[in-house]
Each structure stands twice: as structure tokens, then as C-alpha cells.
């Protein structure tokens, strides 16, 4: 899945040691949308390497490509948004592709005063 927006949020690093005693790090960023009705989403890049090679900055405009996951954790669910790509300097759609516009059917108008005159009803 893609999204294009501008990075509005860089939360900080968090890091901490597996259970297998490996190292790690993910950074979450917030971009928001270029709608008409601007949407926002939280999204993680995971690994020091992808962190230092996306170098994503407040104010970047780009096209983030990502997975969704979800897991549960003591009885409830949590989703994970996470990043595998970015594209730089992506100019906004003029549209987005999962709303596309919709001619609306025109009305045919129906001239009533063409029947007979003594039929009050138009029916």
C-alpha cells in the first residue's frame, strides 16, 4: 500500500534488546495527506539501517510505501504501520485513486402542463 503527504511529526528513537538478546530500534513519523479533507498516519520505520538510509526529516514531502499488521497483546489488538520504502519530492495527486468522481444522473424534468388541463392530478 502507498500513501503521499508531508512529514507534519518525528517522534523519537526507541530501541531495546530482544528476547533472543538482539538489538533494536524503530522510529514512528507522522505524515499527513494533501486531501481535500487531510488525513493523518502514524507510521514506523524498524532497523537503525532503514532509519539512517530513509534520513526521513519534518517537512519531507514523499510517497511511503507500507505494510499493515495487527497483534494482540493481553486481550486487545494493536496495529502496526510499517514502512518499507519512501519516495522523495512525490507531487500530490490531484485526486486520490480510491475516490474517484462520480457523475451524478441528471434528472429528466417532466412537463406536466403539456396533459390536460381538467386532470388536476399529474398522475
Not at 514531502?61 to 497483546?73: G, H, K, L, P, Q
Not at 510499517?82 to 417532466?110: C, H, L, S
Request: glycine letters at 6%.
Amino acid at each position: 500500500m502507498e500513501i503521499t503527504g508531508k512529514i507534519i511529526a518525528v517522534l523519537p528513537e526507541r530501541g531495546g534488546v530482544s528476547k533472543t538478546g538482539n538489538e533494536w530500534k524503530m522510529q514512528e513519523y507522522v505524515l499527513e495527506t494533501h486531501e481535500q479533507y487531510p488525513r493523518k498516519m502514524c507510521f514506523n520505520v524498524f532497523g537503525a539501517d532503514k532509519i539512517a538510509q530513509f534520513n526521513i526529516q519534518a517537512g519531507d514531502e514523499m510517497t511511503v510505501s507500507f505494510d499493515i499488521n495487527a497483534r494482540e497483546y493481553n486481550g486487545r489488538w494493536y496495529n502496526d504501520i510499517r514502512a518499507w520504502r519512501v519516495e522523495r519530492g512525490v507531487a500530490p495527486a490531484a485526486a486520490p485513486e480510491y475516490a474517484p468522481a462520480i457523475d451524478a444522473p441528471k434528472a429528466n424534468a417532466v412537463d406536466f402542463s403539456a396533459q390536460n388541463e381538467a386532470d388536476d392530478l399529474p398522475f
